[in-house]
């Protein structure tokens, strides 16, 4: 089965959601469009999810005060509820919610909820994801030329010293030792998953 | 200051100017003769007059970026050496596997900022001081 040209289009759309979303349709038991965050979430390929029977792989809960409480409703024909996805080729879930509309319709936002505390764990921690690269990107951009041009004055700076016979030099080294410190302390706060940021390559043919 | 890199003529290019001067004054210190770019098509028109031993090359510069450099240093047929080595700069340590794939030509990766002992260590190997 292949996406009408109308659902490929609403999965466009959908990828303006950097959540994981998707629409299905209860009584054709059947997801109509996905975006790319939800393929990679819940693990399916969009092969898997146009043949997906909606029963199978959707969990709707029943519609609870709370939720009902804490979510506006913009529509009478809506009604908000809790939801679970279950993940391709594991035991685990994703959490949501699902937006029920009278005609069968159902926008799945996963992610959004944490069951246990009802928190929007999820969307911090990509909130905070998106931010920590922003911070990158400003250190590359910004911070880091400036501390490679001070690593490089302070280097000449002891060589010259050094060529003078000033024992200055010794001190300027160890500046310069506190310097690369820095720098390689603010990269390990920034991206503890990087590997030793001193670290070169040379790929010898 | 010292004759390390005597006659050795290196390549910098780079969007930032600090990393330029900074590279050109050390290296320069160091004997060699640095000759700087901040883009790809300066680099390319100079390459064949200038004849480096060694270029080395942020790969996020305008336009056209570390890549294209790379190949169209390849390209430049009649250049009469063997292929000169290209290093390229990169911010990102996990980008330089991405690097690696779409352009395999690249004959060493730096990790900005680097130290100088990094730099010469890696000019050290390639230029086979």
Redesign the interface.
């Known amino acids: 089965m292949k996406l009408s040209k109308e659902a490929a289009a609403i999965c466009s759309a959908l990828n303006e959601f950097k959540l994981p979303r998707a629409i299905g349709h209860l009584s054709q038991n059947c997801f109509v469009a996905w975006n790319e965050s939800f393929q990679e979430r819940t693990g399916y390929a969009p092969e898997q999810l146009e043949e997906a029977d909606l029963k199978d792989v959707v969990v709707l809960f029943e519609p609870d005060s709370q939720v009902q409480e804490t979510v506006h409703v913009p529509s009478p024909d809506v009604e908000f509820v809790r939801c679970n996805i279950r993940c391709y080729g594991q035991e685990h879930f994703a959490t949501g919610y699902a937006a029920r509309r009278n005609d069968g319709f159902v926008l799945f936002m996963i992610d959004v909820v944490n069951p246990t505390t009802g928190a929007i764990e999820d969307a911090r921690l990509f909130g905070r994801e998106e931010e920590r690269n922003r911070i ?1 990107k400003l ?2 951009d910004e911070v ?6 001070a ?3 302070v ?2 700076a002891k ?2 010293l050094d ?1 003078k016979g000033l024992k200055e030099g010794q001190a300027v080294s160890k500046a310069g030792e506190k310097l ?1 410190e820095t ?1 390689d302390a603010v990269i390990s706060v920034l991206d503890p ?3 030793n ?9 | 200051m010292g004759s390390q890199l005597e006659n050795l003529k290196i390549v910098v290019v780079d969007d930032q100017e600090e990393v330029r001067s900074a590279l050109e004054r050390y290296l320069s210190s160091l004997g060699a003769q640095v000759h700087t770019y901040d883009n790809v098509g300066q680099t390319l028109t100079a390459f064949r007059l200038v004849r480096p031993h060694l270029v080395i090359c942020d790969i996020h510069l305008p336009r056209e970026n570390g890549i294209d450099l790379l190949h169209g240093i390849r390209l430049l047929e009649q250049y009469p050496r063997e292929e000169v080595p290209v290093i390229a700069m990169t911010g990102f340590v996990n980008e330089i596997e991405q690097i690696k794939a779409r352009a395999p030509g690249f004959n060493g990766f730096l990790r900005k900022p680097f130290t100088p002992d990094t730099l010469l260590q890696i000019i050290s190997e390639l230029a086979k001081l």
């Open positions: 990158m250190f590359h880091s030329p400036k501390l490679l041009a690593v490089f004055e280097q000449r060589e010259e060529a690369i720098i998953d990087e590997p940021p001193r670290s070169t390559s040379s790929e010898q043919s």
